[in-house]
Each structure stands twice: as structure tokens, then as C-alpha cells.
């Protein structure tokens, strides 16, 4: 299962782009990246899903370049209350590839200043 | 509101005792998850079922032991806990087992006394 490493935390202020870079090296060819945000005592939520280049939702856009061995989470004027865990999972197959565990790492944690 | 509901939210357990955590989704989801999430610790996923069928067990301790009577609903039978069991049990549901992303419910804070 592909492995993932992120920056254990992350400072900003309000009204700021974050960008959060989560290395993946070991991703296989039909792995997705998939980015969650877990708020203290809650479970973590579903973000934004993507396999190559770009993706864009209503709260966030998934940067992914060719080589996939990375992916950067980016978050638009960011408010306080995006203060949270985020987490970036690899090594989610596709269909037909037999591959099917969700490996959370230790995630990024943001705090978000006024 | 995520669709998916664990009860208890909290409970307290001595070593010898036996509980059970519940999970429902009102999702129509095909497969459902147990992770634990113990402090300053990732996310460890625990079972996977698939249409009610186990298709994962990483190397779980058997004084857990989990339940899947229909495609809605999720057991995790405990008993004989140990303290280090003290966690935040998630549950977690998707459409299907191929990757598609997880549903997760609020948790039950767990602790052995």
C-alpha cells in the first residue's frame, strides 16, 4: 500500500490560499487521491477525490502533477473554522483492482488565526 | 448530518465486561468500515465488509469482533478490553468497495477502565 507523508501542521489567517503538499511515491498506476478534514471529536469528512491534473469542488481544488508521486490540497481564503486535521489517502483501487484498503497517515493539522 | 450513526457516543467499560457499538447508514451503501483512532495516532482501519460479506481483517485482536447483518447495519462486539483498547471507534460506509469516498460517522469515545 502506498505510503503518505504530510507536513505534521500548518499556521495561517484568515482570508489566506493554503496549500497543503502530500508526497506519495509509491502510488500505483489505478490508486486515487482522496483528501479528508476531521474536526476534533467528529469523523473525518470526504473533501475532494482526483487521479491526474486538476479537480475542483465547491470547497477546495486537488492539484495533481504527471508523475502523481505528490498532490496538493488547496484551500481558497481559508475562515477559522477550517481549522482541522486533513488527511491525504492513496492506495484506493479502482474496479477490478483487487486493491481496496484506505491507509490514513498522521495528517496536517491547520490552524487558522484571525 | 453524514448519514451515518454510531451509538453509544461514549462508553465506559471495565476490562470484564461485554458491550456491543452500533453503526447504522441510511445511504443504501453496499460496504461499511471499523477504524480505530487512538490518540496522537492515525487512522487504523480495523474491518471491512462487502454486501455483508467480511473482506478485510487487518490483524484485529479476536476480543473484537464484528457484525454485519444486512447491508445497513454494523456491529463491534467487545469484550475482555485491554486499557490500551481506550479509542475513538469509527464507523465509516461507501457505495461500493472500489474506492469510492467513505461516509463516516461521529465515533464512539471508548474507554477501559
Known amino acids: 500500500l502506498a505510503k503518505t507523508t504530510q507536513p505534521i501542521s500548518m499556521d495561517s489567517y484568515e482570508g489566506q490560499e493554503v496549500n497543503i503538499t502530500c508526497s506519495h511515491n509509491?502510488?500505483?498506476?489505478?490508486?486515487?487521491i482522496t483528501w479528508y478534514q476531521q474536526f476534533p471529536s467528529q469523523g473525518p469528512r470526504f473533501i475532494i477525490q482526483?487521479?491526474?491534473t486538476k479537480v475542483t469542488n465547491e470547497v477546495a481544488s486537488l492539484f495533481i502533477p504527471a508523475d502523481r508521486k505528490s498532490s496538493t490540497l488547496s484551500l481558497p481564503r481559508v475562515s477559522l473554522s477550517d481549522t482541522a486535521v486533513y488527511y491525504c489517502?492513496?492506495?484506493?483501487?479502482?474496479?477490478?483492482?483487487?486493491?481496496?484498503?484506505?491507509?490514513f497517515g498522521s495528517g496536517t493539522r491547520l490552524q487558522v488565526q484571525p | 448530518e453524514t448519514g451515518v450513526t454510531q451509538t453509544p457516543r461514549h462508553l465506559v467499560m471495565g476490562m470484564t465486561n461485554k458491550k456491543s457499538l452500533k453503526c447504522e447508514q441510511h445511504?443504501?451503501?453496499?460496504?461499511m468500515y471499523w477504524y480505530k483512532q487512538s490518540a496522537k495516532k492515525p487512522l487504523e482501519l480495523m474491518f471491512v465488509?462487502?454486501?455483508?460479506?467480511?473482506?478485510e481483517n487487518n490483524s484485529v485482536p479476536s476480543r473484537f469482533s464484528p457484525e454485519c447483518p444486512n447491508s445497513s447495519h454494523l456491529f463491534l462486539h467487545l469484550h475482555t478490553l485491554q486499557p490500551e483498547d481506550s479509542a475513538l471507534y469509527l464507523c465509516?460506509?461507501?457505495?461500493?468497495?472500489?474506492?469510492?469516498?467513505?461516509?463516516f460517522g461521529d465515533g464512539t469515545r471508548l474507554s477501559i477502565l
Open positions: 465509516a460506509s461507501s457505495q461500493d468497495n472500489r474506492g469510492e469516498p467513505q461516509h
Open positions: 509509491n502510488i500505483a498506476t489505478n490508486d486515487y
Open positions: 482526483g487521479y491526474k
Open positions: 489517502l492513496v492506495g484506493v483501487g479502482g474496479p477490478d483492482t483487487g486493491r481496496r484498503a484506505l491507509t
Open positions: 445511504l443504501g451503501h453496499n460496504a
Open positions: 465488509y462487502s454486501l455483508e460479506e467480511r473482506v
